[in-house]
């Protein structure tokens, strides 16, 4: 393991060191999906990632980016199924951990018109930077327990 892997959030997650609501949710060793760890900024905003360290979508293998969209449309749907949300966004920025990691996060119908879109992510830094949950962690491990095997059926 290299210094990078050692000490990226994603790839401790990836490894175990950091467990999300639920635990993998879906691990095919090409993508992992997992809900956003603690301080949860929302129920149901789940993070996919490839297990090994890449920091861009041109560093993806054939592999991995052939499943890739097959893959979060399956996840897009299990989400639609398990919340109901308006719309699910999806985002990639791997600025703050440079891993490629897409955040996958299900806009709320009520959610207020100030979250909505690239808004949305001021939960996240909220929930960070007060080290506080947003969102409650056992509704969190339920909704990502439901999405798992919501996923687990679609196969």
């Known amino acids: 393991m290299d210094s ?3 000490t990226c959030v994603a790839c401790r997650a990836n490894r175990g060191a950091i467990v999300a609501p639920g635990g993998a949710l879906y691990d ?3 993508w992992r999906l997992e809900h956003t760890f603690e301080p949860i900024p929302m ?3 789940l993070v996919l990632k ?3 360290h890449v920091e861009s979508l041109a560093d993806l293998t054939a592999d991995e980016a052939a499943a890739l969209g097959p893959l979060l ?3 897009t749907q299990a989400m639609r199924e398990t919340l109901a949300p308006a719309k699910v966004y999806a985002a990639l920025f791997a600025e703050s951990v440079a891993h490629l990691h897409i955040h996958l996060i299900p806009r709320a119908v009520d959610l207020p018109e100030e ?3 690239p808004d949305v992510f001021a ?3 909220a929930a960070g930077h007060s080290g506080q949950n947003q969102g409650d962690p056992n509704e969190a491990r339920r ?3 439901a999405i798992k095997a919501r996923l687990a059926n679609m196969n």
């Open 143 to 145: 909704v990502a327990l």
């Open 43 to 45: 129920v149901g905003w």
């Open 4 to 6: 990078t892997t050692a």
């Open 73 to 75: 449309q399956r996840i």
């Open 115 to 117: 979250r909505r879109g």
């Open 28 to 30: 095919d060793g090409l």
């Open 123 to 125: 939960l996240l830094s």
């Open 50 to 52: 490839p297990p090994r």
